[in-house]
């Protein structure tokens, strides 16, 4: 069985919606809820761990002892960072890096130790790849945007690179595909409050379009 993880209510909503799945085909866990599908003979359960990394590590970990996962699949959406790129563009990353877990004060942002480099060897070339940045919050302030790309950050998000790592540990293979969503704004010649709005109405309506590609896309290359 591949697991497919999902954070929020939004994202999992748009992969309801994408999957024409019925009430009867939803169960509750602890950590939200799942459906199970199978596509080109994988059996696959989809299941909403909620956003941030407790929920996204906890959520996986119960998920592979549950249903004895040999694959784990990251899907959802992101920041963009580097900005040759746009929003709905979608990304397999061959790194993935937690960047909260340093005193950044008097250590580098990004420790060897809380890297993990994903093996994309298998799957062609024929994607976006790069650098995923995990923290708990969101890339909001232009501040934490500038840090990011001073650290050759390419897209970033608030899970994927705690649930890689825990992967790893458990010796299961972790792919995550992540489309951009949303880009970090300069606030300083606006209301902050304002223009962290916009961003959140501008993940929102892009979230949908989000999943959709990578489920019409991206999924099947790579169960
Ligand atoms: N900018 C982002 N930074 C980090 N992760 C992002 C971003 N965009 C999308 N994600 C991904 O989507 C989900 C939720 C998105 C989210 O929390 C969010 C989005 C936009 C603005 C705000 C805000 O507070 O103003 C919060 C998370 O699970 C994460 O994996």
Redo the contacts with the bound molecule.
Sequence with gaps: MIGISI??EWEYGASLEYFGIKDHERFGYPYGEYFKRTIEGAELVFYQTG?RKVNGVGGNQYMMSKFNLTKVIVA????GIDDQFSNLDIFVPDKAVQYDCTVKEIEPLIKQSFIVDIDLSKYGNDFYTGTIGTADK???MWKDYLELIENNITI????AGSIAYICKKNDVECIIIKGI??F?TDESNADPVES?LE??NV?LENTPKVMNKIFGEYLTRFI
């Design positions: 954070a929020t956003a959802g959406t992101c920041a969101a890339v909001v970033a998000d608030t899970e969503s949303d970090p962290n961003q959140i993940y």
